[in-house]
């Protein structure tokens, strides 16, 4: 196959972000030690720990330069299997979170860890002996996503956003996969002039679409970006076969 245009792919910060947007905290060390691990993201892309006592983190009044590392997770599921299509290792330092903002952070940790001890988390603020809210000051971020690999700076990660279509994006893909699979697999067809074997939607943003088809993953460019959710709608149409 040819290369694909890097005008066809998300920025890889933004695509790096996207991700980290709906992954899930899978594993976290403290200066090279693991440590248990439950939380999520918050709006900036910032891992978000929750973190209870007895644990390496919760003293972190006295270890004020602890680095950690916190592994990220995001899945794609396609029929009764689950593939993982990003992991992400934040690297930085531990800080408290500001009171004012432990409500958003409890939020970002209950979208994928939703612990009893949250709440105590928010009652019991600052008191000594409480679960405590944490975040990554972040350092780098370490990527593997599909084919791709590499280490983005901090001004890179924080500095991107994730896809503005990102959501309206996930749901079409669910729909497609869900009911739409023969239409997509004529598509496909038609596009590659071959017949593949088993054909899924992988990945949908603003650039254009990729297809998982056996084991490959099968990258289709939109002639022009999506501009809005109605432009990514009408673009995927042309992907699938209609006739």
């Not at 060390?29 to 390496?56: F, I, Q, T, W, Y």
């Not at 599921?77 to 531990?94: F, K, M, N, S, Y």
């Not at 979170?97 to 970002?108: F, I, K, Q, S």
């Amino acid at each position: 196959m040819l290369p694909i245009p890097e005008r066809a792919m998300l920025p890889i910060p933004e695509r790096v972000r996207t991700l980290a947007a709906t992954a899930s905290v899978a594993k976290l060390s403290v200066d090279g030690a693991p440590s248990p691990a439950r939380g999520g993201v918050d709006e900036r892309g910032r891992p978000v720990l929750l973190v209870l006592p007895g644990e390496p983190l919760h003293g972190l009044g006295l270890r004020a330069d602890a680095v950690v590392a916190v592994n990220l997770t995001t899945m794609r599921q396609l029929g009764d299997v689950t593939h993982p299509r990003g992991l992400i290792e934040v690297q930085g330092w531990a800080e408290a979170v500001p009171e004012e903002e432990a409500r958003a952070a409890a939020v970002a940790v209950a979208a994928h860890s939703a612990d009893e001890s949250l709440f105590e988390a928010l009652e019991r603020f600052g008191e000594r002996g409480a679960p405590r809210l944490l975040r990554v000051d972040v350092g780098q971020v370490v990527y593997l996503t599909g084919q791709e690999s590499g280490v983005l700076d901090a001004d890179d990660y924080l500095g991107s956003r994730p896809d503005p279509l990102a959501e309206i994006a996930e749901r079409v893909l669910a729909h497609v996969n869900s009911s739409h699979r023969v239409q997509l697999t004529a598509g496909v067809t038609r596009q590659l002039g071959e017949t593949p074997g088993d054909v899924w939607l992988w990945e949908l943003d603003r650039f254009g679409a990729t297809v998982r088809v056996d084991e490959s993953l099968v990258r289709f460019p939109w002639p022009t970006p999506a501009k809005s959710g109605l432009c990514l709608e009408t673009a995927l149409r042309g992907l699938l076969c209609t006739c």
